[in-house]
């Protein structure tokens, strides 16, 4: 077995610290000769779980391998270099990433040159790098969130001095800009606005492994957009952890509403915004979704919870009243919006009343989808630390319980669309049935209807024909 070398470990304490400075760095990336050498005819697969900000960070990780003079791979099983991009939003997360692991034993048996690596949200945190350095001999690398810029230096170091390495740092660095980077599509992107979260709700690790909330500058952020406009996307979806926050860190006046102001009249025919933290939810910021007629009045906005002393314990910084006010305001200002959120079920010691107040919210928002999830302690964060009194078997119950209700919300929603005609973007041949097309509304709604590959990447009219309560069937009407 390979020495290994402990570069940096992280450190949960520190990497609560926000007091840092960063900078913005602009300098191209260098590629090791060795390691332009050793890329020659060779080929990498990225294997990523979780949320858009690890979907992104696999596009530039390609970047990056293909600046060396790596190929992407056909074949996960016949690739040279592998990367798991993992998450460690909750345990389910991490368990399919550790399975995963597991199988790429054989893998580097048939494989015995592969390189295997490991980074993402699931390796910022100390145990985990002591486990799979334990359990699993046969990875190579291990680097965090915060040196994805690293990844060519680093796979030369393993390379040529055939070590396994760990390189995961508690605390961010600077912001890199011009990094390259291979996006997955031609039409749909993705654009980061911010790196990081300070609002340390009680249960979530993300301010632990994605750091101190670092927002990009505006600029950089307008030119990437100006160029994906240039380029033909359709749409863009700005990403942050928290987007309303926006700016904030500069201290000189830079806001979210005032960003997406500037995006929106860039012309690119949708744009979206990814997740919205309701307590920095400002009313410029619904002014201007309700100006642009290319900002999609889709707003995913997590409630949690419905109830209050949930929602303090939660440490989420509003009420339910003070959540309902911030929907009729969005309700009253854009008729047409549709609301989506995230919802967490037994939260530590939820009574039975508690969780029927969440039901009571569903209700009253009528959201038109949500991510359900059951509470996943997670390793250092406050709400691990509260002993629970609530079964597995109850929280089951009560999950299955909002989902019930959840349907009985969203049904109607989808009845009434019936009829009528949405423009669609068009993503994919349906994955079930190869002769059926499949992409989004404007209010993210799933349809699948026929027509030809050739609309793919295309906004074209359907009207909707039937409603099911996870997607929607409609026919195509103009070509
Ligand atoms: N347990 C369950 N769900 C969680 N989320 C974040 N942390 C946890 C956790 N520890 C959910 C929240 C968040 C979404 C991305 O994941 O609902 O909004
Ligand atoms: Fe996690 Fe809360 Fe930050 Fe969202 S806002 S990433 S739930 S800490």
């Not at 597991?102 to 592969?114: E, I, Q, R, T, W």
Request: proline letters at 3%; aromatic letters at 8%; glycine letters at 6%.
């Amino acid at each position: 077995m390979a020495k290994t070398l402990y570069k940096t470990l992280p450190e949960a304490e520190s990497a609560r610290r926000r007091n840092i400075t960063f900078d913005f760095n602009y300098e191209e990336i260098n590629v090791p000769t060795s390691l332009k050498e050793f890329a020659k005819g060779k080929t990498y697969h990225i294997h990523t779980y979780g949320c858009q900000a690890n979907y992104r960070d696999e596009e530039i990780m390609a970047g990056l391998l293909e600046k060396a003079g790596f190929c992407k791979g056909n074949s996960e099983k016949e690739t040279d270099i592998i990367i798991l991009n993992t998450c460690a939003v909750r345990e389910n997360a991490e368990k399919k990433v550790f399975g995963k692991i597991g199988d790429l034993k054989s893998f580097k048996v048939n494989n015995k040159n592969a390189i295997v690596a490991i980074c993402g949200c699931m390796v910022q945190q100390k145990h985990i790098i002591e486990h799979i350095n334990k359990t699993y001999p046969h990875v190579d690398l291990i680097f965090g969130t915060h040196n994805i810029i690293d990844l060519l230096n680093l796979l030369d170091e393993v390379i040529t001095k055939r070590l396994r390495i760990v390189d995961v740092k508690s605390l961010p660095g600077d912001i890199h800009e011009n990094l390259p980077s291979v996006r997955q599509s031609n039409f749909k992107a993705f654009v980061n606005i911010s790196y990081g979260c300070d609002k340390f709700c009680t249960y979530c690790i993300v301010p632990y492994t994605r750091g101190k909330e670092r927002s990009r500058k505006m600029a950089d952020i307008l030119k990437e957009c100006q160029e994906l406009k240039d380029l033909g996307y359709k749409e863009v979806t700005l990403l942050g952890q928290n987007v309303n926050a926006y700016g904030k860190d500069f201290k000189d006046g830079s806001s979210f509403a005032r960003l997406l102001d500037e995006v929106a009249k860039i012309g690119i025919p949708r744009v979206r915004f990814l997740t919205s933290h309701p307590w920095d939810f400002s009313s410029d910021m619904i002014d201007v979704i309700a100006k642009h007629k290319n900002i999609m009045k889709y707003i995913h906005l997590p409630v949690q919870s419905g109830n209050d002393e949930i929602l303090r314990l939660m440490g989420r910084r509003y009420t339910s009243e003070q959540y309902l006010k911030l929907v009729n305001e969005i309700k009253t200002k854009i008729p047409d919006v549709a609301l989506s959120t995230d919802i967490i079920v037994g939260f530590p010691n939820e009574t039975y009343e508690q969780f029927l107040d969440t039901l009571k919210i569903v209700r009253e928002v009528k959201y038109y989808s949500a991510f359900t999830f059951i509470y996943s302690p997670r390793n250092n964060t406050p709400a691990a630390k509260i002993k629970d009194n609530v079964t597995p078997k109850e929280k089951n119950r009560r999950f299955h319980e909002l989902v019930k209700t959840l349907e009985e919300v969203i049904d109607p929603i989808n009845q009434t669309l019936i009829g009528k005609t949405f423009p669609v973007l068009v993503e994919s041949v349906s994955e079930k049935n190869s002769e059926l097309l499949s992409g989004y509304t404007e209010h993210n709604k799933l349809v699948h209807f026929k027509g030809d590959k050739k609309l793919i990447g295309e906004i074209v009219n359907v009207k909707i024909k039937e409603s099911h309560l996870y997607f929607l069937m409609g026919e195509l009407v103009d070509g």
